[in-house]
């Protein structure tokens, strides 16, 4: 059974630019969502995506977006990145009936 | 909307000895909680969880209470070990199986 992956594991993008990460779900897992963790603090909810639609989103600008795909796969895409937008984006999947989730190691995102 | 919080933003204990990690929450229909275990460089592992229908819940070397009165949970790790070191989370799930975390207790342990 293979676990959630994520990629790439580091980025370092210029203010104003897009960003897109990528997300493999574990095995048999439907439901993804996407967390923003600072540096310090806890994982913050961005939004969940099951069956190729978002579900549930958090306190996050449109400029967040995201995209599931039929093999549960997922990205994360981020336009017009801020400084702040500096973080540890992190993925997890779960599945049908499945509470909790399974989380990826994440994609080190640094803005310059 | 929920929030989730910790008690103590850094835990010291020596090893051999029990560890125990508290946690606030504030939405009383808040039905699932889970305990999270990160360490450097990682995502989030999951330790142990519990169902607002029970109050207390045990696993291998951890022990999770809830106390739905007072909205507070807290974990038990007995004989803490030098890998227990890391930082810990706690969640809160709602309906929809979106976790709010908490801002984390990091555990240290000395030799």
């Known amino acids: 059974e293979t676990g959630v992956t994520q990629s790439p594991t580091h980025l370092i993008k210029t203010r104003g630019q897009q960003v897109t990460l990528r997300c493999s779900s574990q095995?048999?897992?439907?439901?993804v969502s996407w967390y923003q963790q600072a540096l310090g603090q806890g994982p913050q909810f961005i939004f969940q995506?099951?069956?190729?639609?978002?579900?549930g989103r958090g306190n996050f600008p449109p400029r967040f977006s995201g995209l599931q795909f039929p093999n549960y796969s997922s990205e994360l895409n981020v336009n017009a990145l801020e400084l702040d937008d500096s973080a540890l984006y992190l993925c997890?999947?779960?599945?049908?009936?499945?509470?909790?989730?399974?989380f990826g190691s994440g994609t080190r995102l640094t803005v310059v | 909307g929920e929030s989730v919080g910790l008690h103590l933003p850094t835990l010291s204990v020596q090893e051999g000895d029990n560890s125990i990690i508290n946690c606030a929450y504030s939405?009383?229909?808040?039905?699932?909680f889970i305990w999270y275990k990160q360490e450097s460089g990682k995502g989030p592992q999951f330790i142990i969880d519990?169902?607002?229908?029970?109050d207390k819940r045990q696993g291998q070397r951890v022990t999770v209470l809830l106390n739905k009165t007072v909205k507070h949970l807290s974990l038990q790790i007995a004989a803490t070990q030098p890998g227990d070191s890391a930082v810990y989370f706690c969640?809160?799930?709602?309906?929809?199986?979106?976790?709010?975390f908490g801002g984390g207790t990091r555990l240290m342990v000395k030799p």
């Open positions: 997890a999947s779960s599945g049908t009936g499945l509470y909790g989730y399974t």
């Open positions: 095995s048999g897992h439907n439901t």
């Open positions: 995506y099951y069956r190729e639609e978002e579900n």
């Open positions: 939405n009383s229909a808040s039905d699932y």
């Open positions: 519990i169902r607002s229908n029970m």
């Open positions: 969640a809160a799930a709602n309906a929809g199986n979106m976790l709010t």
